[in-house]
């Protein structure tokens, strides 16, 4: 069964440093998105991306953050200047509406 | 703005008792509503799902009525294994051409022999 897939699995970096979390969606799939889980809270909406643009934006999703199709397969989030209350767990997911969102096993990005 | 609410965890149960998670949302017009399932060390993969009033979503036992009278969505199951232990998620749709589902906090489920 295909998956979305998700690297790294952790990420430890400094605040201040930029990091790029990288997604592997599913092939046929069209909308893709990011997610967040800050410890002990809810998963929250960041981003979704379709047609090689942002369709929709919460507002956690500032000048901070910006995400990019490079090639026809990844899917990637980068944050710029990391802060510590980046740190959390981030989840992609893909689907093709109206189906199913499916979500990968996600990236623990700690910042110290 | 649209929200969910889903009760506390952890919630500890012996093999075979009956279980129940609420669910109450908040949204405008007409969400989809869901239930996913974490593992431990694994993504969000759907467990459910009812997209109008009244319909039932089942799957692997699992249970859930969309009640709009209620706004409830919440989860049963008659007897849980061990295998269900996990963490699982209410979230909403709220459709209209928008695709970002709004969770609940999830509930920790640990099923004991």
């Known amino acids: 069964e295909p998956e979305v897939t998700q690297t790294p699995s952790h990420q430890v970096t400094q605040m201040g440093q930029e990091v790029i979390l990288r997604c592997v969606p599913i092939?046929?799939?069209?909308?893709f998105y990011w997610y967040r889980q800050i410890l002990g809270q809810k998963v929250e909406f960041l981003v979704s991306?379709?047609?090689?643009?942002?369709?929709?934006k919460s507002e956690i999703f500032d000048d901070q953050f910006s995400v990019e199709r490079p090639d026809g397969s990844n899917f990637t989030l980068k944050i710029r200047s990391t802060k510590l209350e980046d740190s959390a767990m981030y989840f992609c997911?893909?689907?093709?509406?109206?189906?199913?969102?499916?979500f990968g096993p996600g990236t623990r990005l700690t910042v110290l | 703005g649209n929200s969910v609410t889903q009760m506390e965890g952890p919630v500890t149960l012996s093999e075979e008792a009956f279980l129940t998670i609420n669910c109450t949302y908040t949204?405008?017009?007409?969400?989809?509503l869901f239930w996913y399932v974490q593992y431990p060390g694994e993504g969000l993969q759907l467990l459910l799902k009812?997209?109008?009033?009244?319909d039932k979503g089942s799957n692997k036992g699992f249970e859930a009525t969309y009640r709009k009278e209620t706004t409830s969505f919440h989860l049963e199951k008659g007897s849980v294994q061990v295998s269900d232990s996990a963490v699982y998620f209410c979230?909403?749709?709220?459709?209209?051409?928008?695709?970002?589902?709004?969770f609940g906090k999830g509930t920790k489920l640990s099923v004991i022999p």
């Open positions: 997911a893909s689907n093709t509406p109206p189906d199913t969102q499916y």
């Open positions: 092939s046929n799939h069209l909308y």
């Open positions: 991306f379709y047609n090689n643009e942002i369709s929709e």
């Open positions: 949204a405008t017009g007409y969400p989809s």
């Open positions: 009812a997209t109008k009033a009244d």
């Open positions: 979230a909403l749709l709220p459709g209209a051409g928008s695709y970002q589902l709004t």
